[in-house]
């Protein structure tokens, strides 16, 4: 039986490599990738958007990239039915739409963050 580590060697992987450091693109936060991505739920919540599309009544959370200024959205259907819902899981949407952010910027930009 192979370890992980010798099929990672075999593969051209470092086993010594040190962990890919990202940075937010809004302050001097730096962290691992799931660090970042707590960071920005936690600390810029203020840089998200919402908006109500007027014919659904569905509720979108809407991000703009700092670098490009590409705006993608994440809708929450549950918002409609459920007024509390928004409130209830409000850390939770807004690490979905930083998800989308980092791939974005991963993605799009080749930076990390």
Do not use: W
Not at 26 to 54: I, P, Q, W
Not at 60 to 77: D, H, L, N, R, W
């Amino acid at each position: 039986m192979v370890s992980i580590r010798r099929k990672n060697q075999e593969r051209g992987y470092s086993t010594t490599d040190k962990i890919k450091m990202f940075k937010c693109p809004y302050c001097e936060f730096s962290g691992k990738r799931s660090e970042v991505h707590n960071h920005l739920a936690e600390t810029h919540g203020d840089t998200l958007g919402v908006r109500v599309d007027e014919f659904t009544g569905h509720t979108f959370y809407v991000i703009t990239c700092p670098v490009c200024g590409a705006s993608y959205e994440q809708v929450t259907k549950k918002a409609r039915r459920d007024p509390n819902f928004v409130s209830e899981y409000e850390h939770e949407i807004r690490m979905v739409v930083f998800d989308l952010l980092l791939y974005h910027l991963q993605g799009e930009h080749q930076i990390d963050a």
